[in-house]
């Protein structure tokens, strides 16, 4: 069982590359969601998606985009790193009958230089 | 805008002591407050959660105590062990998505 898998596990940019990065599960779940980790700040949502070729804003969704092509995959892309996306991104799903028990991923580690 | 309130930042106990990690909360349309649990590498895990139609749930050492009235919650941990030394992540549920507070790093000594 691998639940939600996310890669790559680490990576850096320079500032204005562009780079997605892969969220996948294997629960067959509705909801997946983007979440960003700062110190002092805990998780700030980006995007979310409530099935196959949906997406909404969250939070903080500026810089980013997000795609939900096929139901057990969603991508986060940006378009033009800057410094201020440094952080760790953490995908998460859902099983459709809302957040109420969201399984994370390991997480994937951004810098931006 | 931070809309859910969480203290302490950090919070360091000896074993055995009982941890109570509280957060407050504006929202009156959130309808579920969970806790997670996040190891350092890992992702936040869920560890428990309640409904404001109760104010009391326990699994295990782990409690969480809620006050609809005052819009806060705590968590609270029985006979806290090194093992339990991790960030906790108050949250609150409305419209399909959670809303996380700011997380507190609790550090249990032997």
């Known amino acids: 069982n691998a639940g939600v898998t996310q890669t790559p596990k680490f990576r850096v940019l320079k500032t204005g590359q562009s780079m997605t990065l892969l969220c996948a599960q294997d629960?067959?779940?509705?909801?997946m969601y983007w979440y960003r980790q700062d110190p002092g700040m805990g998780l700030r949502l980006i995007h979310y998606?409530?099935?196959?070729?949906?997406?909404a804003k969250g939070e903080v969704p500026d810089g980013y985009n997000v795609s939900r092509l096929k139901k057990q995959n969603f991508l986060l892309g940006l378009e033009s790193a800057a410094p201020s996306q440094t952080s760790v991104y953490f995908c998460?799903?859902?099983?459709?009958?809302?957040?109420?028990?969201?399984?994370f991923g390991a997480g994937s580690r951004l810098t931006v230089l | 805008q931070q809309q859910v309130k969480q203290s302490p930042q950090s919070l360091i106990v000896q074993k055995g002591g009982i941890p109570i990690i509280n957060c407050a909360y504006e929202?009156?349309?959130?309808?579920?407050f969970p806790w997670y649990q996040q190891f350092p590498g890992k992702g936040p895990a869920l560890l428990i959660a309640?409904?404001?139609?109760?104010s009391e749930k326990k699994e295990g050492r782990f409690t969480i105590s809620f006050n609809k009235s005052a819009k806060q919650f705590s968590l609270h941990i029985m006979d806290s062990q090194p093992g339990d030394s991790a960030t906790y992540f108050c949250?609150?549920?409305?419209?399909?998505?959670?809303?996380f507070g700011t997380g507190t790093r609790l550090t249990i000594i032997p």
């Open positions: 998460a799903s859902s099983d459709g009958y809302g957040a109420n028990v969201l399984t």
């Open positions: 629960m067959n779940h509705e909801y």
């Open positions: 998606s409530v099935g196959e070729g949906t997406t």
């Open positions: 929202n009156t349309a959130f309808d579920y």
């Open positions: 309640i409904r404001p139609d109760v």
């Open positions: 949250a609150a549920l409305a419209n399909e998505k959670l809303t």
